[in-house]
Structure formats: C-alpha cells, structure tokens
C-alpha cells in the first residue's frame, strides 16, 4: 500500500477476518429436540450448525475480534484508518454506536469518521460503499477504511426460523491497491422497494418475519439488480464472471437465488443452473454451512469462505457479489481476485474461528436463548479483572446504565477496558 491523495481507480478489501461466537448447536440436536426431521434443516435449509451468542457476548465484542483478529493477521497499520463503520441490525443502544465502542476498544485515531450503518442485512454493504466511494473520491487523503459486519440473528424459539439463527462479525479493511479483491466502484446494480418481509420493533429482541415473503422478496431484488448490473456491465464491457458470493441467510437460499439468476434473468435451463451452482457459488457456502445466518456480515462471510478455499486459483479473475436487506434494498457489484490474493488469504487463516468451538446441548442452548431478555449484570465502571481469554468481553451495564468491555490484547494478558 502506498501514500496517494488523488481519485483512485485500483480500490477494494485489503484484508477481510471473521469472528464467530465460541458455541454452536448442531442442528441435528434442534431437530430432535424440534420434532422435525434432520433432513429438513441440513438438506432442505443446508444448515450443519449454527452459533449461539452467550450474554458475555455482543455485536461489540464479535465486531472487534473479527477486527483485531485482521490487524494482527494481515499486518495492518491501524494508524491510517480514517474512517471506521459499522453495519449491524443488532442494536445495543437507541443512539451511541456499536462503532464507538468498537473504535474505542481497538484504540483507532481520533482523526476518524465512526458511524453505524443500519439496513438490516444491508447495512454493511451501505458502510463499504460509503468507504470505497470515499478512497474514489479523493477525500480520504490516503487513509484507510474500517469496515465490520457484526450481528446476533434471533428468532422465536420453535418459529420456523428458529433454525436460521446464527451468529458473528466480518471486518473488511477498504484501501488503494487492496491485496484481496479489487471492487469495481460506481459499476452497481440497486433495487429498492418498501416491504414488510423481515423487520424487529424496538420492544422485539426477536425478528418477525414473513418467511416465504422475505424469500420471494430476496429473488425479485437478485432479478432487479442483477438486471441493472449486466445492463452497465454490457455498456462498458467486462469479461465474465467465474464466482458470485451472495447473501446467505441460510445455504439452500444462495441456490435458489443463482438458480433465480441463471433461469430467469439469463435464460439457462434446470441442468445448466445446477451445474454453474456447483461450479460458481458452493464453494462460497462452507462458513454459513457452519455458523448459520450472520445478517450484514452473510456476504462477506461468503466471500471469506470463497477467499479461504479459491483465492490461489482465482487470481486476476472476476467474481460478483449480491447484497440483500429485508425492507428492502439490494446491490449487485463485482471485483477481480488479486495478485496474489492466494497466498496473502492463506496468511490470514480465515476458518481459524471456527475451529475449537464448543457444542452446545440443546437444554443449554435453550437456557441461553430464554435468558436474552433478562437485565444485563451490574458492575462497577471500573471493573476490571485478569481473564484468561482472547476475546473480547461484555461485562454489564454500570450504575450510570453504561456498557462496560474488557478487551484482551493480543500481544498479552493484559487487558483493556473502556466505559462508555
Ligand atoms: C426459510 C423459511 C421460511 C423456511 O421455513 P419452513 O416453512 O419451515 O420450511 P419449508 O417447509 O419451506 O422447508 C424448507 C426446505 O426444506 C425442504 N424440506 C422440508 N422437509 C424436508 C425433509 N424431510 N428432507 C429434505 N428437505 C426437506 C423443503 O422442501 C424446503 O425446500 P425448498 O425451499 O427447496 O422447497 C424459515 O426458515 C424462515 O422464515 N427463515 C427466516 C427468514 C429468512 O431466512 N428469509 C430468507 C430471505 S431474507
């Protein structure tokens, strides 16, 4: 990476880590428990496990490990950041954002744009193009953007989305000359309309949703900005595309979506559309497979399972990405796999999170989950304690109703804290 201030063409993610919650609850064991066959959820959603957030753990606490976890791996100067925002439906407070806390705890410049980023699944996908635009534009001056993804996806206990759950944070690091994939800016296809598909009033911890709807919505939004991309792509010209990440609320959901694509939008028959799912998109699934839906941060824990497994093998090729939130807003983009990309993605060890997990028995789970409305602990605003841990920490609320955080620092023991 070099100092530039002028407009760049060459932008797009640097580095890109994940962070998961440390449980999971196998679906098989929901199932059970459900009454309902296995088959349904790891054939029918192509569901294996999902993560489950115990209450030391927030969209704060995953949104810094996924982003120290980056710093640390891909060796980045975090005194260049200038901009640091996050998307997240996963709100912790009507008005201070999880971006405070988040560039609070990583100790990032003051000199920064902090915001949060809200669209449902949508959300990180405003911040990153907020961030690209910014580089594009000039006004970064040669600084950097922070972007993380990081969400708690919750629904009724027993509901039909019940397994759908999941839980976890993507951080994106947005520079000149990424050495991930270089994003094609202002080359978008949109698609908006206004929907009641998914949505969560502010009383809710749990989503609502009109399931088949928000499915149905999903598809007309791929065919939409879809549409519109391949129209701009065609004007400009551009070679094709060899992968797509999509947004994957569940596995099964990413096939219908290309098999969407591939029949209505681009005319391929049943046996062409399965054949470039396999070819195309599958290999972009292992992480979702595995940590369930993550809501703003689905796509871009696609693209990291899609880094993770082809990045060697796709360098200097095209991929695109389709971003969808419920209510609803869409964008199709693409970007071309770098220069060794391949060996930079294996450095940063992307599956690491989601190995040494620990599997939850579905009475624990249950207990956690009907737990989630109960009152945070008190503790003093200066709590502050030794723990054996390389994750980040919520503690509780103070007196003055202020969330308290216990960072680990990766270089020791020693731990930071921070009081709102
Ligand atoms: C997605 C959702 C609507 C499915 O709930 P549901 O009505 O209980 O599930 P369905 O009856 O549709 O079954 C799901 C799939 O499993 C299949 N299935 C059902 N029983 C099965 C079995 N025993 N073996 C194999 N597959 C089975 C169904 O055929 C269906 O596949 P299809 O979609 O390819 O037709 C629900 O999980 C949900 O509301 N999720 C949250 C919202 C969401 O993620 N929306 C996505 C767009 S944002």
Redesign the pocket.
Known sequence: MHERTSPSNTIGIDAIAVATPRAYLDLVDLAAARGV?S??YT???GAIRMAIADRDEDPVTLATDAAARMFARGRIDTARIGYAAVGTETAIDHSKPVASYVHGLLGLPQSCRVFDAKHACFGGTAALMGALEWIASGAARGRTALVVCTDIAR?ELGS??E??QGAGAVAMLVSERPRLLELEVGRTGTFARDVH??WRPLDRRDAL?D??F??SC?LDAVAGAFGEWRDEDARRGGDPLVRTAYHV??V??AK?ADRHRAMVSEGLDEAAAEARFAREVAPSLAFAAEVG?VYTGSLYMALAALLHAEAGVLEGSRVGLFS?G?GCGAEFFAGRVAAGAGAFARSLALDEPLRDRVRLGFDAYEAIRRADGDAPPRVSADASADVASDRSTFLGIDTAERRVYLRASPASTRLAVAAA
């Open positions: 066959p088959d349904k054939k029918g959603l629904y039909p989305g397994p759908t598909d998914f949703v399931g088949h928000s499915v999903y609320p569940y099964k959901m219908k839906n969808y419920s």
